[in-house]
């Protein structure tokens, strides 16, 4: 079967993938549609240290092939998004309903694959960029048959970590007021989030003036190219300032951004020895930062309830989905995703 990997020095489509059968507590997903998601990218430039060969892709919709022992909740045909959170289910952090600390979900790649014999890793227990995966089967969440699977891909981790920063993290509240740094895939749901949570100003800062028509659709009330304009919209600062580049520059500008009582939620991935710096003065006025994994998201129910909130058109994906290119084009999509010509390309099977 057909996938992308990376071998440590470069990328390529292959033909020659095979998937074992799920076993227990598993399932086998067809895939239809995989985003092309910075995160895979930062695999490859270094910033994610990964184990390689890796079949990459962690953000994919498709159709239940078959079913391990124990697997109740979904059954073949049926249409689902994939998360990337393979939690056990029975320890401390699963059972307060935070599963995005499970221990057993982070930094345990498998081995699922074989290429001329040798076993290739999963990316993020998911590896959506394949015609086929293996995932537990807590990471496999049903979705309604009418969403288009190119749109419900989006949901496994732009939306949840977007939306989720902003509704489970963050917990903005009606009236507050949201500053956005960076518009890509995240940023925009994190400006949807915002909207949907009732933000009263919701600023998005980007250095492309391109993305400002999009950044208004998705819920922006205003528009800057850089921080500095900030304070002439929201005087005394923002109630939560998210940053979604990964840049540490702008770390610094997001928690200087804070009104009394603000907090600056850290989305955007730097290289994993970045260091940033604050005045520690600045923070007594009950300011926070907040670190976010994957938006703190309980998949199982966030992910029915976004397809739910899309089905009643309030949440916007198909918005999302700039271009859609077939799995051969993978370099395309690669170096639109680059130039920031689209703000989320999909892989389709």
């Given at each position: 079967m057909?996938g992308?990997?990376?071998?440590?020095?470069?990328?390529?489509v292959v033909?020659?993938?095979?998937?074992r059968?799920?076993g227990?507590?598993e399932v086998?997903?067809a895939?239809?549609?995989?985003g092309?998601?910075h995160?895979?990218?930062?695999v490859?430039?270094g910033?994610?240290p990964?184990?390689?060969?890796?079949v990459?892709?962690?953000e994919?919709?498709?159709?239940?092939?078959?079913v391990?022992?124990?697997?109740?909740?979904?059954v073949?045909g049926?249409?689902?998004?994939?998360?990337?959170?393979?939690n056990c289910?029975a320890?401390?952090?699963?059972?307060?309903?935070r599963?995005?600390?499970?221990?057993?979900?982070i930094g345990?790649?498998?081995?699922?694959?074989?290429?001329?014999g040798?076993?290739v890793f999963?990316?993020?227990?998911?590896s959506?960029?394949?015609?086929?995966?293996v995932?537990?089967?807590?990471?496999?969440?049903?979705i309604?048959?009418d969403i288009?699977l190119?749109?419900a891909?989006?949901i496994?981790?732009?939306?949840?970590?977007g939306?989720?920063?902003?509704l489970?993290?963050a917990?903005?509240?009606r009236?507050?007021?949201?500053?956005?740094?960076?518009?890509?895939g995240?940023g925009l749901n994190?400006l949807?989030?915002a909207?949907?949570?009732?933000?009263?100003r919701?600023?998005?800062?980007?250095a492309?003036?391109?993305?400002?028509?999009?950044?208004?659709?998705?819920?922006?009330?205003h528009?800057l190219?850089?921080?500095e304009?900030v304070r002439?919209v929201l005087?005394?600062?923002?109630d939560?300032?998210?940053?979604?580049?990964?840049?540490?520059?702008?770390?610094?500008?997001?928690?200087?951004l804070l009104?009394?009582?603000?907090?600056?939620?850290?989305?955007g991935?730097?290289?994993?020895t970045?260091e940033?710096s604050?005045?520690v003065s600045?923070?007594?006025?009950?300011k926070?930062?907040l670190?976010?994994?994957?938006?703190?998201?309980r998949?199982q129910r966030?992910?029915a309830?976004y397809?739910e909130l899309?089905r009643?058109?309030r949440?916007?994906?198909d918005?999302l989905?700039t271009e859609?290119?077939?799995?051969?084009?993978?370099?395309?999509?690669v170096?639109?995703?680059?130039?920031?010509r689209?703000a989320?390309?999909v892989?389709?099977?």
């Open positions: 057909r992308v990997v990376f071998d440590g020095a470069r990328i390529e033909d020659d993938l095979e998937v059968d799920p227990p507590g086998l997903v895939i239809s549609a995989a092309l998601c995160s895979d990218l930062s490859v430039d910033t994610i990964f184990p390689v060969p890796v990459l892709g962690h994919g919709a498709g159709v239940v092939e078959a391990g022992a124990g697997v109740a909740h979904v073949p049926d249409h689902v998004a994939l998360s990337t959170l393979a289910g320890c401390a952090e699963c059972d307060r309903g599963p995005t600390m499970c221990r057993h979900a345990r790649p498998g081995r699922p694959f074989t290429r001329g040798r076993p999963q990316f993020a227990s998911n959506a960029f394949a015609e086929r995966t995932v537990k089967a807590v990471q496999a969440v049903r309604p048959k288009p190119p749109s891909a989006l496994g981790c732009g939306v949840l970590t939306v989720g920063a902003v489970n993290r917990r903005v509240d009236g507050d007021t949201v500053v956005v740094i960076g518009t890509g995240v994190v949807q989030g909207r949907i949570a009732g933000a009263l919701i600023v998005a800062v980007d492309n003036p391109a993305k400002e028509t999009v950044a208004r659709r998705f819920g922006a009330t528009f190219m850089s921080t304009g002439d005087p005394t600062g923002a939560h300032v998210f940053e979604c580049v990964g840049r540490v520059e702008l770390v610094r500008q997001a928690i200087d009104d009394r009582h603000g907090q600056a939620v850290l989305l991935v730097p290289p994993a970045a940033a604050f005045l600045s923070m007594y006025l009950d926070s930062i670190g976010c994994r994957y938006g703190s998201s998949p966030d992910i309830l397809a899309y009643e058109r949440l916007l994906l918005e989905v859609t290119y077939p799995v051969e084009d993978f370099e395309k999509a170096a639109d995703a680059e130039a920031g689209v989320r390309g892989l389709t099977f």
